[in-house]
């Protein structure tokens, strides 16, 4: 996927042609230009009130010649003799020639740009058209006899310098969602240095620093709360209306509101690597990237500019030679040059991506490409991760308990069980390890340490546990992969755990140590745990129950996908029974069960072979692959880093309900940008066409032209008011 850079003023991509004033700048049309010198160089005063004067001075002397040639149209011209009407000829080139100079000289060094690059484009018919009228009269005031056509050389200019200041103003709409993104950051942050308090940019505060915030001000820093208790409005980031309660411990993000509390914040990301600076560098390379129905629309132009040059040559023939009118001949080409300007062309696709973009980040929904924004209005299958994405992926321990068949541990014994097995899970980012974890810490459990961690997606991990001065390597998962790991020759092994379990999920450990068998003895006891290890593969010595919820939103996002005509199929590596009962309670019927990634990547692939447009939900390190051969990754930021790598939507809320409001966005984007593909080339054919046979004045044909990219405009801006 290529990419371009961004104008200075709109944020929209700058074409193969743009406007660049000099190396530092670069403008996606000369009229985003000019608003930029206008109103953005506040550091240079002279400078915008000069092109004000130069632009005023430029309308008020195409206005004056616009006045005089409708005096020589009229027949009042005749009452005043010849010589007063060579006057009048005479004043208009006089009057012309600084107008063109002034209006005209930004069009006619984009046109010679163009034609360096064998790139002609919007400023080469401008030019042109202008160039051509003002050279035809010209000639034929010197030679004291012809028609003139100095008011359409010249209100040509004004009307497109116009239409531009108006297309720029209306296109800083885009800048602006990213621009307001950036201004919920406060500027200052107060930092706590060498025992006081100082107030410094907040561009200078560093990962390690501890920010203190007051009750109503937001939170300059991504971090985690050192100190005091408080609620934050994450709704700029998650949508979410309510505050969230936050304690020592709990994470961050800049941008949001401190609503009650005087907390002491410890900053971990700064500046770009803050959440809100990855919102910023994603929404403008989404701008960047070219989507595939904009890269077609540049090949149309560069085919289309230069057969509107043959279709003028082709109505001055007509008219001239045909008809032996060359007078009107040369009109009607101009009004073909004019007419075809594909301004509204130039901008159907560009603005309609970056205002749907912007408008998907404000909701907390990240479109990271054009090409994404175009394919999810043909998504028809989604499917769905269920661990972390259709459930909220924060399981609990429900139960900690000797498994049948094994010997009754006491309390000390359970603990030490759960410290195995909770230190290994110590190192791993899956529901079901950070419960146990979790229930650990609870019951005042010291944890060891682990290294050589390893995990296997979909079956589970091991790595060598130091605890309380041992060390062994410990393996947890599915059954399969722990037998595997068992008796494939890992001796040490000592803790084992199973998660194929009906819902709610299970955890079971047993404890064994094959190195310290006596010689001769069937079934030893090790610690006070029996040894079942030979005589049941599946002999577990604790059992650890957990239990995780469905998202409240999860039921009414599939309702609203449902009805929108997408199929969904929850994908999921839990037995059958577990997997099942959150499917009913999302209002999921097609379910498959015990998928490791390989399967979730198969069930996707069959899904695109039979001709669908897929679209997979996850969030974890085993969705990744899934994630990657759907048509569109739609990730949870709550999950891994790798999930959300892997994505082409991000979910910075973790929102489902996003998800269906997402699809919708994407629909009416595309189809605003097929209503204005539509507009452009429908308008341009039937403007031409009745401009090739006489019948429509260049004046008109300017009004026409400015009038066809206001609509494009207009239409465009609908996206940037989805609901």
């Not at 980031?237 to 304690?247: D, I, L, M, N, W």
């Not at 990547?601 to 695109?608: F, G, L, M, P, S």
């Not at 790598?645 to 189809?671: C, F, H, M, Q």
Request: proline share 5%; hydrophobic share 45%.
């Amino acid at each position: 996927m290529t990419s371009r850079k961004l104008c200075d003023h709109c944020g929209l991509p700058v074409g193969a042609v743009g406007y660049q004033p000099d190396a530092s700048r670069c403008f996606c049309c000369y009229g985003c230009f000019l608003v930029a010198r206008i109103v953005g160089n506040q550091g240079q005063s002279g400078a915008p009130a000069w092109l004000l004067l130069r632009l005023g001075v430029g309308a008020f002397l195409a206005m004056n010649v616009m006045m005089i040639s409708l005096l020589l149209y009229s027949e009042a011209i005749q009452d005043l003799g010849a010589h007063a009407e060579t006057a009048f000829r005479w004043g208009l080139l006089a009057l012309s020639t600084p107008a063109l100079v002034i209006l005209g000289h930004p069009f006619v060094a984009g046109m010679a740009r163009e034609m360096r690059r064998l790139t002609p484009s919007i400023d080469s018919l401008v030019a042109l058209g202008s160039l051509t009228a003002y050279g035809v009269s010209a000639l034929h005031v010197i030679r004291g006899s012809g028609p003139v056509y100095f008011d359409t050389a010249t209100m040509l200019l004004l009307l497109v310098t116009l239409g531009r200041l108006l297309e720029a103003t209306s296109k800083s709409r885009t800048a602006g969602l990213v621009k307001g993104l950036l201004e919920i950051r406060p500027p200052v942050a107060t930092v706590l240095r060498d025992g006081g308090e100082a107030q410094v940019p907040v561009d200078e505060v560093v990962a390690g620093d501890r920010v203190r915030v007051r009750p109503g001000e937001r939170i300059p820093v991504d971090g985690k709360v050192l100190a005091g208790t408080t609620t934050i409005n994450e709704a700029s980031f998650t949508g979410e209306p309510h505050p969230r309660a936050c304690a020592p411990g709990s994470d961050v993000i800049g941008g949001s509101v401190n609503v009650e509390g005087d907390i002491t914040v410890l900053a971990r990301a700064v500046g770009e690597g803050s959440l809100l600076g990855q919102i910023v560098r994603l929404i403008e390379q989404s701008a960047a990237a070219r989507a595939p129905v904009e890269r077609l629309a540049d090949r149309v132009s560069s085919v289309f500019i230069p057969a509107v040059v043959l279709v003028a040559a082709g109505s001055l023939a007509y008219w001239g030679y045909g008809h032996h009118d060359l007078a009107r001949g040369a009109m009607s080409a101009l009004a073909v040059l004019v007419v075809a300007c594909p301004c509204a062309l130039g901008i159907a696709t560009p603005l309609v991506t970056s205002l749907a973009i912007g408008r998907a980040a404000r909701e907390g929904v990240l479109i990271r490409s054009g090409e994404a924004l175009e394919v999810l209005p043909r998504v028809r299958r989604v499917f769905f991760d269920k661990t972390g994405t259709l459930t909220r992926g924060t399981m609990t321990v429900t139960g900690v308990e000797a498994a049948e068949g094994a010997a009754t541990g006491t309390p000390r014994t359970t603990d030490e069980a759960l410290a195995w097995v909770a230190t290994l899970e110590s190192a791993s980012e899956h529901p079901v390890g950070r419960a146990i974890v979790a229930e650990a810490v609870r019951r005042g459990i010291a944890l060891g340490s682990v290294r050589d961690f390893r995990a296997v997606p979909g079956q589970g991990a091991s790595g060598v546990v130091a605890l309380d001065g041992a060390e062994r390597r410990v393996s947890a998962g599915t059954a399969e992969y722990v037998g595997a790991t068992r008796h494939g020759g890992d001796e040490t092994a000592i803790v084992y755990a199973a998660l194929d379990r009906p819902s709610p999920a299970h955890v079971a450990a047993q404890f064994i140590a094959p190195d310290a068998v006596p010689s001769g003895s069937d079934s030893p006891r090790v610690d006070g745990w029996r040894d079942e290890s030979r005589l049941h593969t599946d002999g577990l010595g604790l059992r650890i129950t957990l239990a995780d919820t469905l998202r409240t939103e999860a039921p009414g996002a599939v309702r609203a996908l449902l009805n929108a005509g997408i199929r969904i199929t929850m994908l999921s590596g839990d037995t059958e029974a577990s997997a099942a009962a959150i499917a009913r309670q999302a209002g999921i019927s097609e379910v498959f069960a015990r998928c490791l990634p390989d399967a979730k990547i198969a069930a996707v692939r069959a899904a695109k072979q039979s001709g669908e447009f897929t679209a997979m939900v996850g969030d974890g390190i085993n969705d990744a692959p899934a994630l990657a051969e759907a048509d569109v990754a739609i990730a949870l930021a709550g999950g891994t880093d790798l999930a959300r790598e892997a994505g082409d939507v991000t979910l910075i809320g973790d929102e489902l309900s996003r998800i269906p409001w997402t699809l919708g966005l994407a629909r009416l984007a595309y189809k605003v940008i097929r209503q204005n593909l539509f507009w452009a080339f429908g308008y341009n054919a039937a403007a031409m066409a009745i401009a090739f046979f006489g019948h429509l004045h260049p004046l008109i044909a300017a009004l026409a032209m400015l009038g066809s990219s206001l609509f494009v405009l207009s239409n465009s801006v609908r996206v940037a008011r989805y609901p």
